[in-house]
């Protein structure tokens, strides 16, 4: 069972020892993700996660820190969300402490030196663009931003061109004051770990010089962009990179996890209706998967594809059909069973890995000031009924709802607004 303190600063330290394994995960999230930006500094979360590895007080460069990870055999890395972001290094648990000792020193003491942003600017440019010539990634952000609009839910983490070739070390310290503050954070150890050794050292290395509360929070989300059905990314490419989705629950709503099945019989694995249908039936894609994203306060269902460039149409007006089935008739119990299944089986086989689960821990706390364990998850999962499934089912997937997000070489967008007529 996980334990809880918090620490004079306000950081939150949380811990859960796992008596299967002999490493241990340390990971810091903090509320500081895309979904904090304004138009003028979109990108600014991401690239501030590349210059936190830049070096700092002890661990001068990012040659310092790597050297030091890699000569314990450890592993470290960082991500950068809508709503969070991350940091953690996994390692044995006897170098626990040096594992806390190169976080700490990347998270309270980074330089931001201005020769390291110019060189990094390159390096996050080449990211930009791997993204942008890689479709099957790209189409998903082009989606976001089709249902959010221009706001920060519907803008790419990775940013602007502009904002990348123009942030400065001074931009940098403002987002780093007013985010990464003890109260926005939270400190999460899974692995063969002790509650109160995580505390001591914790104490030790996380002594923030500074009290301040966050600044400001993201703005409540109001509604959907309603105008627009159709998002079209003319691009000549070899395979047309479909989305076809609709707007859905936040994170917290009563019908979250019953979202989350209907996701997995929709298109979850490979025995789902997606995949047996648009795949195997009608062989038009390689790649198909159905899921959900929930964020604080709204969310997106979706099903992605990546079809032959000849066959887009059949294959929207496929998955068009498969949410119309499930709409109109309830599953049988068997299908229902069989989700459950999976979907409790793949969260066990995750929580295998100690950074999995810091970063479940560590978010529901960050976020919902709540934290919610694998039981009290799978518990829920456990109560989800075919009525449940309908009533979701029925709910999404409203004709008027629906919206297409397509890369491929097409120019006639209104050809795919009638497809949804």
């Known amino acids: 069972m996980y334990k809880k303190t918090v620490a004079s600063s306000g950081l939150r330290i949380i811990t859960e020892k796992l008596e299967s394994t002999k490493a241990v995960t340390v990971l810091v999230l903090a509320g500081a993700g ?90 996050i440019l080449e990211e930009y663009n791997m993204y942008q010539d890689t479709p099957m990634y790209q189409i998903g952000w082009d989606f976001e931003r089709l249902m959010f609009g221009d706001q920060p839910l519907g803008w790419d983490q990775i940013g602007t061109v502009e904002l990348i070739k123009s942030v400065t070390k001074e931009q940098f310290q403002d987002y780093k004051k007013r985010f990464y503050t003890p109260d926005n954070m939270v400190l999460t150890l899974a692995g063969d770990i002790e509650h109160d050794k995580a505390v001591e050292l914790a104490n030790k290395y996380f002594a923030f010089n500074q009290n301040e509360g966050k600044a400001n929070n993201f703005d409540v989300w109001k509604e959907f962009k309603k105008d627009e059905k159709v998002y079209l990314h ?24 019953a979202e989350k099945l209907l996701g997995i019989i929709l298109g979850g694995n490979m025995s789902s209706r997606m995949f047996l249908s648009v795949r195997e039936a009608r062989g038009l894609c390689y790649y198909i998967s159905s899921h959900s994203d929930n964020f604080s306060d709204c969310g997106i269902f979706s099903t992605s594809a990546g079809v032959r460039v000849g066959a887009v149409d059949e294959a929207i007006t496929a998955i068009i059909e498969e949410y119309r089935k499930i709409k109109a008739e309830k599953i049988p119990q068997s299908e229902l069973d069989k989700a459950k299944n999976f979907i409790k089986g793949k969260m066990i086989l995750k929580l295998e890995d100690s950074e999995e689960y810091a970063h479940l821990l560590g978010k529901f706390e960050l976020l919902h000031n709540d934290i919610m364990t694998p039981d009290q998850i799978l518990a829920e999962i456990e109560k989800i009924t075919v009525d449940d499934i309908h009533k979701v089912a029925q709910d999404l997937f409203k004709p008027e709802n629906i919206k297409i997000g397509v890369i491929g070489p097409y120019d006639d967008k209104t050809h795919f607004e009638n497809l949804l007529k």
């Open 34 to 123: 895309s979904r904090y930006e304004t138009k003028d500094i979109n990108g600014i979360a991401h690239f501030l996660e590349h210059m936190f590895f830049k070096g700092a007080e002890k661990f001068e460069n990012a040659r310092a820190v790597s050297e030091t990870i890699d000569s314990i055999g450890g592993s470290f890395n960082a991500f950068t969300g809508k709503e969070y972001a991350g940091y953690y290094v996994k390692v044995a648990s006897e170098h626990l402490e040096i594992a806390m000792d190169v976080l700490s020193d990347m998270m309270l003491h980074a330089k931001f030196d201005k020769e390291e942003i110019e060189k990094e600017r390159g390096v």
């Open 234 to 257: 003319e691009k000549k490419t070899e395979q047309a990179h479909i989305v076809v989705g609709v707007q859905s629950y936040p994170e917290t709503h009563e019908n979250h996890w």
